[in-house]
């Protein structure tokens, strides 16, 4: 048996080779020192449950072929509801034991009684560490073959090492883990881990303007402004997310972030287009997607109901794809392609922008700003 | 010496009184862990350097009569700057030594010198757990009198315990610190403090309303709703915010949070006298308060140019009001007493409300929201 903080695995065979892993998540904590009225694994960050994040992260290892999620018995039910919402694959649900240690033989139980494939790797993962990278498993899977035991591990090593000894005779090695392997525990960590994943889902922004030379020209200024807030900046015209493939690779590369651009403030219907093709894509289920809808007002003679008319459609249609886990917002833009407080206005466009995307505030939603 | 987890004291004197206590803070740390280009402890949250918080943490408790800040010789002017800034009160910065030991001999050879009249107890404190507690320090400096040394601390204590009976032969105990008084080490704990500042900030709100009978019926149904997003809110009328003693009151109550309703839309100048009486009182030097001018529309018919004007005022008026660390934001609400959708627009008034107190986004000042 080897422990990393927070991550440790059994040798259950005496050769490995990769795809031969699986990994045990204890998920049977109490969740006490929290304060909160559920358990800490089952709280929710951006509106998903911890072990749900904790789960993607091992599932995102193609080289980990099973994951089983100790539970309590009070929570079976729960957590089968959340691998269905979430559409988990690869994972089991074990019955817990009055113990963490119970827990985890439970759950190398179910290969040991020939219900899952035996793996020659296991290893064992909090429920509450979402944030773990495949380097550190790795060295840890590798780590299960090339070392053994020695009595630094034994004195300065978690319980687990002193079991691994007394009971299973197998070989031991302490790994060191990186600081984003830290264990969520009090609700500080909540908020920790919420500010987190709130950052990695604004590295990715992607601007689709329509074919009208004004919005292109946004496009273009937004584009150049934008990079100096958010590492990574996509721009297609609308034409191109009509063609799948190209927008499926722009999902696939975890973009969660789309700004539409156009003068024509109505054009609900291509809009309509674009949040059936993200929900296709299934990309919302698992986070929160931002669609700022910018509008270019290229006159000053609109009436002020007409204007309010349109606020209120943004907010029925914000209302609606809501639903879908996706958050809409609207950005007015007062554009003279002369005015040479223009790229002041973009700039002003971008900071609102990079805020909506850096807050996903499900609050503000269908709210029409101005830049 | 005495020492909890993030706070020790030394004990200078044979017998303690209350009144006769002083603070050491280390803060010389390069802070390599946390990733940032400067030290952790002058991160900024909410604005302020964290230094400034935990200091602040210390002088409101009134027992503690100096504040001693150890910094390196680089940061000397950077901390008198914050000083100033801030407007703490019995700080003294001390330059630190190469170690942390050496910089906490340097901060009580300030009292060894008479620079400082002798206190009976020095706490030391690290300047990076900003959230510590009046009762924690008291059972300190309590416990630097009453306990002593025992062979347990001396195994497992820290280091400061093994100094203190090596080169002091003082007396020393193992006190037990609340999880609040977590130290500020990597960059998630920037996170977490910040949102926890945040969560503080949020906890009370004060409704201001004019003396028109629309604007008191909002302030009261405002007032009803709110109390299920907010600790604390309070009301009352505009001709009480110019009896002094009565904002005094609420402002010294750490009411960071205004909302102000009023049926005339461009009563920017009653506005400003709110404004003029928080500047005044001084309390948004520490934290950025915010200030929502709720707007009601009584009407149908006001033109989109006059709306755009407003909207302008607005955005200005905030940009100003921004210097001096107030938040403004706009939030319109169309109103017709026989609405039966009016407790609907008041529910979402009241999240969109407490949306903007609980985020402080200084991006999104001078917007105007629609309920």
Redesign the interface.
Known sequence: MCESRGAAQMELGSSWNAGSVAAVLPAGGSGE?LGAARPKQFCALQGRPLVSHTACALERISWISDIIVVVSLEHIETMKSIIQKYGHKRITVVEGGVTRHRSIFNGLKIFAENKLQKPEVVIIHDAVRPFVEEDILLKVVKAAKDHGCNDYDLDYGTECLHLALKYCKTKAKLIEGS?DL?KVT?K??L??????IKDNLSQQVCIITDMKEDAVQVGFLLHETLKSHIQQVRRISVSLYKDDNYMQNIILGQCFNFICIRVNKSAFQETQQLVDILENANISTLYPVVLILVHLNVS?N??????MED?TRI?EFAREVKKKNILVYGLLIHYNKDDPQLQETVNSAA??I??LIK?R?P??IG????A
Do not use: G
């Open positions: 020192r600081p830290w009090y500080r960590d908020y920790a881990a919420e500010s987190i000053e609109t009436s002020f109901s007409s204007e606020l907010k900071t609102i990079s805020a807050d505030n609050e503000l709210q029409l700003l101005v």
